[in-house]
């Protein structure tokens, strides 16, 4: 998360000059290659669950594609808060949110109201994050309880009727991750939030999922076509 857009200078480079407020010790307990994959999905996750919803012990936590390359990073972050956490996720990714220790559910064959019926007594849920978009945010608003709950959102873009949240007296945040490249403004808290994932992964907290192939600058056209076309099933690509 040190550049690559915005006219900040990228990382495809051998050695890069960094700020040092950005920067946290790696973790002894992953990889460099694993340890690469934790900056964007875990500062994005820690940005709407800590920053934006203030996850905390014994909240309930439904997460939006559980599998994903930010949800399963977000199941770990809300488990180690002590939320207690639901993940929705396709038929053939429910087992692997489920190894998380959280509750799976799949999406396309359980219905909102179901869930929520299901899960919460149909009161909604505390916490909802979402890393989908379009429909998904919308029945998010449904889902959420009512008075109290928040929905997060990595992916607000386009056009959503607020109305059912507002009908709910819930709240709404959004999560511009990219935002501190672009304006310079805040950078430092990436820092801050990088040292809170090192403390988690050393105490067995936070481990990534990262594509077993390696790229580098030979190969790194098919990691750049892989991602266009979501032929990785949402692991981390790293250049090593």
């Known amino acids: 998360m040190t550049g690559g857009i915005g006219g ?12 040092a407020r950005l920067l946290a010790i790696k973790p002894a307990s992953l990889s460099f290659k694993e340890a690469a994959a934790i900056p964007l999905a875990f500062i994005t996750a820690w940005e709407a669950l800590v920053d934006k919803a203030k996850i905390g012990e014994g909240m309930t936590l439904l997460i ?19 939320a207690k956490v639901f993940a929705t996720g396709s038929a053939e990714n429910l087992k692997e949110i489920e190894e998380y220790g959280v509750t799976a559910i799949d999406y396309n064959a359980v219905p909102v109201a179901e869930y929520i019926d299901l899960y919460t007594d149909g009161k909604g849920f505390d916490v909802i994050l979402d890393t989908v978009g379009g429909t998904v945010l919308d029945n998010s608003f449904l889902a959420v309880k009512k008075y109290t709950g928040h929905v997060v959102s990595i992916l607000g873009w386009g056009s959503h009727s607020l109305a059912p949240l507002s009908f709910r007296g819930g709240t709404y945040s959004g999560v511009f991750t990219l935002a501190p490249l672009l304006s310079g403004e805040g950078r430092e808290h990436h820092g801050e939030i990088m040292k809170n994932a ?3 992964a050393n105490s067995g907290q ?14 790194i056209e098919e990691a750049y076509n892989g991602l266009e076309n979501h032929t990785f099933k949402n692991r981390a690509i790293v250049l090593i």
Request: a negative charge; proline letters at 4%; zero cysteines.
């Open 206 to 219: 936070l481990k990534p999922e990262v594509n077993p192939k390696d790229f580098s600058f030979e190969n």
């Open 64 to 82: 939006h594609g559980g599998s994903g390359s930010v949800g399963h990073i977000a199941i770990q972050l809300a488990k180690s808060f002590g």
């Open 198 to 200: 090192t403390q988690l």
């Open 8 to 19: 900040v200078q990228g990382s495809l480079a051998e050695y890069a000059a960094v700020d």
